[in-house]
């Protein structure tokens, strides 16, 4: 319950009278109207705004510590976007391109797909000449040939 105070002297000296700025609630420390003296700012208001902020400050330190887990790319040094974070983590398949960020994943996967390419027709031109059958050089006029 607040107790409000003023001065008889007071409220003759102001021009606004018993509604000026001539009461005091005990506790504060400026003269205050009556309405203004009777507000209670220390009640639930003060405590929403102090719950709101204990809620922005939690939300703060959270992403702050979110940030500091963020991965960073093993290549390039680049932290890990969301999507490519939760793509990371939802991957069963640990490899070592969980390790780099979006783009040089697919970097790495497009390098990795053209050696393969390359290495199957290094494979194949292989089978191809050792599947050649041998061919025996003939001579242009035919020399070493039996009739």
Known sequence: MPVVVTELEWITADPDGAAGRVWRRLGRDEWQTLPEALDDPDGERLY????????????????????????????????????????????????????????CATEAADRAEVERVARRQAQEAERAAAEAPAVKPRSRFGIGRRR
Do not use: I, M
């Open 48 to 103: 929403r705004v102090e719950l709101q902020e204990a809620r922005r400050r939690q939300a703060e330190r959270e992403a702050a510590h979110r940030e500091a887990q963020r991965p960073v790319c093993t290549r390039c040094g680049n932290k890990f976007t969301d999507e490519r974070w939760q793509r990371v983590k939802r991957s069963s398949w640990p490899g070592g391109w969980n390790r780099l960020c979006g783009p």
